[in-house]
């Protein structure tokens, strides 16, 4: 009886993990090898080495040249080798692979005993791939640490996407794909989804009414916009899907110190030579990721802090305006009230006009 409690127990705690690991967390390596005169090698060894954690994946090709390598790190540099008895080893260094791709490899083998000399493969990508499963984007982790972003925020560099537009009606980070709702987008970071349930965020992440990032720009390491994929591994999207991973730990010890910071100071005044009104914010963190047993375990760990002081657009201030909150049920002086109560137990609501 206690054997059986123990096998369900573990059941239940093994389903959310099977429920939540959904999403593109990872690429992957496929391809043919060869013989000089186009024949399928069967038997063949590919090893893929992620140089950055000594990381290795090994596959051996089937009765039709063919080989599949899932679920390997993304990024890279990759040292392919491909080896077969009685065939030269052919070996292709510096290969990078990009998030949810599947990277596509050929090899012509040639006998051991006969000398062509030097052999270079050359790869160029392809105007269009089989390996697609639909409309993405990728943006690389080059590509968030040389960019500008204001925001520091996925909405930023989702402006890279023909067809992303920032809806007007809404703040800058509330972005639409393909002519959908922002609502109807779908954000997962490291396959777990990360999306604003109640809906009432226009960027679509927890925190986002008060302009909060659901995680730090600098522990991404690369992440993608897919549209319409046809991938049993994307879903729960009809607009738009943010496919976000993590940095991890390599070999080499990295890390970083930021700070970010702006004001009104710094913008000048606005349209008619209206002055801006005071705000500031402050962005601050660190990163630091190396080995704990070097090419088997790896740590990473960011930290980060936002500070941030705005005008707000509404106000009570007994006017009847339209950004008059107050109205005719709530005066200024039952507003001024409230906050004396608020500060006598030490607490500063903030201000109200």
């Known amino acids: 009886m206690r054997k059986t409690l123990w096998i369900g127990l573990l059941m239940l705690l093994s389903m959310p993990v099977l429920v939540l690991g959904q999403g593109a967390t990872t690429a992957e390596f496929s391809g043919v090898i060869l013989s000089s ?63 949810g791709e599947n990277k596509q490899l050929s090899y012509k083998l040639v006998l051991a005993n006969v000398d062509l000399g030097e052999v270079t493969v050359v790869a160029s ?13 990728n943006v690389t ?44 987008n779908n954000v ?58 993590t ?16 004001w009104d100071a710094l913008v000048g005044k606005g349209e008619d030579d209206t002055p801006v009104g005071e705000f500031k914010e402050h962005q601050y963190g660190f990163r630091l990721g190396g080995p704990i047993m070097k090419d088997k ?12 002081t705005q005008p707000n657009d509404y106000l009570i201030d007994d006017t009847g305006n339209s950004n008059d909150w107050g109205g005719a049920a709530v005066t200024l002086a039952d507003v001024q009230r409230f906050l004396d109560i608020c500060q006598s137990y030490g607490y500063d609501p903030g201000g109200y006009g």
Request: glycine share 12%; aromatic share 10%.
């Open 37 to 99: 005169d186009e024949m399928p090698l069967p038997g063949a060894e590919i090893t893929a080495v992620h140089v950055p954690t000594g990381t290795t994946y090994t596959t051996i090709s089937r009765a039709d040249g063919r080989f599949n390598i899932p679920a390997v790190r993304v990024g890279g540099p990759y040292t392919i080798t491909v080896t077969m008895e009685g065939f030269k080893t052919d070996t292709t260094n510096d290969v990078y692979v990009k998030l």
């Open 125 to 137: 990508e392809a105007e269009l791939s089989t390996a697609r499963t639909g409309a993405a984007h």
């Open 141 to 184: 982790q080059a590509a968030i640490e040389n960019m500008p972003s204001i925001s520091r925020n996925f909405s930023d560099f989702t402006r890279l996407v023909p067809q992303v537009n920032i809806s007007e009606n809404f703040s800058d980070q509330a972005y639409s794909v393909a002519g959908k709702n922002n609502r109807y």
């Open 188 to 245: 997962q970071i490291d396959g777990a989804v990360n999306n604003d349930l109640f809906g009432l965020a226009d960027s679509g992440t927890p925190g986002g009414q008060a302009g909060t990032n659901p995680i730090s720009l600098d522990a991404i390491q690369e992440f993608q916009i897919v549209i319409a994929p046809y991938d049993v591994r994307q879903g729960g999207f009809t607009g738009g899907g943010i496919n976000a991973i």
């Open 247 to 262: 940095r991890s730990g390599t070999n080499q010890w990295h890390g970083s110190v930021f700070y970010y910071g702006r």
């Open 297 to 308: 375990l790896f740590f990473f760990v960011n930290g980060e802090i936002t500070r941030r």
